[in-house]
């Protein structure tokens, strides 16, 4: 999961410590699920500095730290934060999507990826509560709570993941022009009208806005007159 992945310590080739993983950015075009190119690395506490590092740099995932092909001296940190066309925190975490399955509009709250030949792929949104306390750092704590007063619970067996595949993001960093794919549209052409109208309903102005531009203009028409 992403929230396990931010704060890894990061290391150059010399085992330098570098910093920390606080972002990653992805490739996100007509592939169903985006793959990793960059990890967004910050270091300081007071006075922060960031630096996206290519994937191709990055050795294989060790659980709690990353290590590097390349030397400290070869990356440059700046004092503002990355901006990225796709990230995980910046446009994905917290952020509302429409599940294009359950036809409902849902916040994500965690990311689960999968990683095939050291590439992280975005596979699955998290909306249940698990994910917030995952986040949170309390998985431990509430699954001893939970067992204490319900031993035998499948609590921790139940998951509440979507498919990329079967979500649509309503807002995707500075590039608008990100939402206006085929792939949007057909996502969003297999919700009914009436339900996609309801969806609507549920944003604010600006909401609303962005993911009215991701539908055909006939599909405009027919949501503009249901709603």
């Known amino acids: 999961y992403f929230s396990e992945l931010l704060d890894y310590k990061v290391y150059d080739s010399k085992g330098m410590y570098l910093g920390q993983i606080h972002d990653l ?5 007509e592939e169903i699920f985006p793959r990793t190119i960059g990890v967004v690395v910050r270091r300081g506490f007071l006075f922060k500095e960031y630096v996206n590092v290519p994937i191709e740099v990055v050795e294989p995932y060790y659980e709690g730290k990353i ?13 503002k934060q990355i901006r990225c066309d796709f990230s995980l925190s910046r446009d994905i975490l917290d952020q509302q999507v429409v599940d294009t399955d359950g036809h409902k509009v849902v916040r994500v709250n965690d990311v689960h990826l999968l990683i095939v030949e050291n590439i992280l792929y975005l596979a699955h949104v998290d909306v249940g509560t698990k994910g917030i306390i995952r986040r949170l750092g309390w998985t431990n704590v509430v699954r001893g709570v939970v067992e204490f007063f319900i031993p035998n619970t499948n609590y921790f067996k139940q998951e509440k993941l979507i498919s990329w595949k079967n979500t649509h993001p309503i807002h995707i960093g500075p590039k608008k022009n990100l939402l206006q794919t085929d792939i949007a549209r057909q996502k969003l052409a297999r919700i009914p ?3 996609l109208a309801d969806i609507m309903e549920e ?3 600006f909401e609303k806005l962005a993911l009215f531009k991701t539908f055909s203009v006939e599909m405009q028409r027919v949501v503009f007159a249901d709603m």
């Open 193 to 195: 009208v009436a339900e």
């Open 67 to 79: 290590k590097l092909k390349i030397k400290t001296a070869d990356l440059k940190f700046v004092k």
């Open 203 to 205: 944003l604010d102005i």
């Open 25 to 29: 950015s992805m490739h996100i075009t």
